[in-house]
């Protein structure tokens, strides 16, 4: 029985922009395993299973759900033993819990401020009152006046990733010589701005930039094949 992952969508249900069902769904590629998609509105979430889905992705297995990125990439190692690794130890996931907070502190931050009221237009109708209504008060002002744009912010994005510059002057992966689940965190997160904004706002040499195109290659061109909204 093929793995579902209840994956977040636009108002084109082929526009899938979360930054962390992305992690999951490199995660499963990257053990090689089958799974379907069932795109989710934000406001049909709860209904997945009333009184504790909160968020996606969720990852329905053998009956069981498994909630959260982190979570689900847990389970998959620990369940897939023999497929390829995607921490290399309690090392490695310690490393990736540190990416994952830099990269909810460094980045995602900036790339809200880019592309907050873009996603509101992308999101399916029924959610762009919750999408409004959240983002204004988590934001603390209109989304006309929170979103900068990706050109006002291209330049503080750059400075973000510096650590993942340095990074891959060392190393062809984040992971090391091999990508594994930290490659994806900071991927995942990259796609959020490039499904939505269309490309990736980075210098073609930028190592950055180099990086993400292999990433985009992995699994067969999995991401690479996936649907962008109009820049």
């Known amino acids: 029985m093929a793995l579902k992952l209840y994956d977040l969508c636009g108002q084109d249900r082929d526009l899938r922009f979360s930054p962390y069902c992305w992690r999951a769904k490199m995660a499963l590629a990257h053990k090689g395993l089958a799974f379907e998609t069932v795109p989710t509105p934000f406001t049909r979430i709860k209904e997945i299973e009333p009184g504790r889905a909160k968020s996606v992705p969720i990852l ?6 498994v909630h959260d990125s982190f979570e689900i990439a847990l389970h998959l190692e620990a369940t897939w033993l023999d497929r390829p690794p995607l921490f290399g130890g309690e090392a490695g996931v310690a490393a990736a819990r540190f ?41 603390g002002r ?4 929170a979103q900068q744009g990706v050109a006002a912010l291209a330049g503080d994005l750059a ?27 900071v991927f995942g997160t990259l796609m959020w701005l490039t499904a939505i904004h269309g490309r990736l706002p980075l210098e073609p040499g930028d190592a950055v930039a180099s990086w993400f195109e292999r990433c985009l290659d992995l699994n067969g061109g999995f991401a690479r094949q996936a649907p962008r909204r109009a820049a």
Do not use: N
């Open 159 to 185: 400075k973000a990733l510096e650590p993942v510059r340095r990074t891959l002057a060392g190393h062809a992966w984040l992971g090391g010589p091999e990508p594994l689940f930290v490659d994806y965190i």
């Open 60 to 65: 329905e297995d053998e009956g069981g759900r």
């Open 142 to 145: 209109p989304l006309e006046e």
């Open 99 to 139: 990416v994952e907070s830099w990269a909810f502190t460094s980045l995602h931050p900036v790339i809200l401020r880019m592309i907050v009221k873009d996603i509101h237009d992308a999101a399916a109708e029924e959610d762009r009152g919750y999408f409004r209504s959240s983002r204004e008060t988590r934001l």
